[in-house]
């Protein structure tokens, strides 16, 4: 069996935490890997999840004809369907993420958490806890699974909940374990933030915790985790 039968077989067989690894030994194999990627994601194409979203983006970041026509063919609009019951529109922040413009992503999906709000908190430019509530499921389901999918399972806001709940719902653990925090220090926006993925699990998006941790606290809070 040849090298690139193996990988594909491995592909398909393999728990998810590992085929991460595995998809950059098939770019590394060029057409012929991509097109393992490509049957791959054909034949997943009901699954979005952080290996369907990786693969995705090595496709579209690698733009060769036959990935562009195979993208163009059957994920035209990616591989996340962008629901909203206030009808905002969400395909910036998936090109962004898609590309992996984690800073600039960062700073839109503030802004839809204003547009979410309503027009109060676009013109004051940050959420009050009471409006966090009332966000709809939907919505925060779209943000949050746009940040998983194109991030390999780091990011999103379920990340960080889970990381919060591991930690005894522990607020001070949970900053110096997302990094927002060392000791006393607060990290320094934008410069002392990662914004990739060799960040922490959890390091994004951000949320101002100098304002307390009410806005946070109603995010873990939402029932959007309960589905």
Known sequence: MNDLLILKDKLNQIPDKNKIPL???LIDQGEDGYQILRDFLFNNKDQVNPITGKIYQVLKN????ENKKFLNLYFSKGIVTLLSEKNIDYSELQRLLIEQKYQEADILTREKLCELAGETAIKRKWVYFTEVEKFP???LTTIDLLWQVYSEGKFGYKIQRQMWLSLGKDYNQLWTQLKWKSGNKWTKYP???IWDLSAPNGHLPLSNQLRGVRVINALFSHPVWNN
Request: net charge negative.
């Open 191 to 193: 410069q002392e933030f």
């Open 23 to 25: 998809i950059g030994e």
């Open 137 to 139: 499921v939907t919505d």
């Open 62 to 65: 690698n733009n060769t004809e």
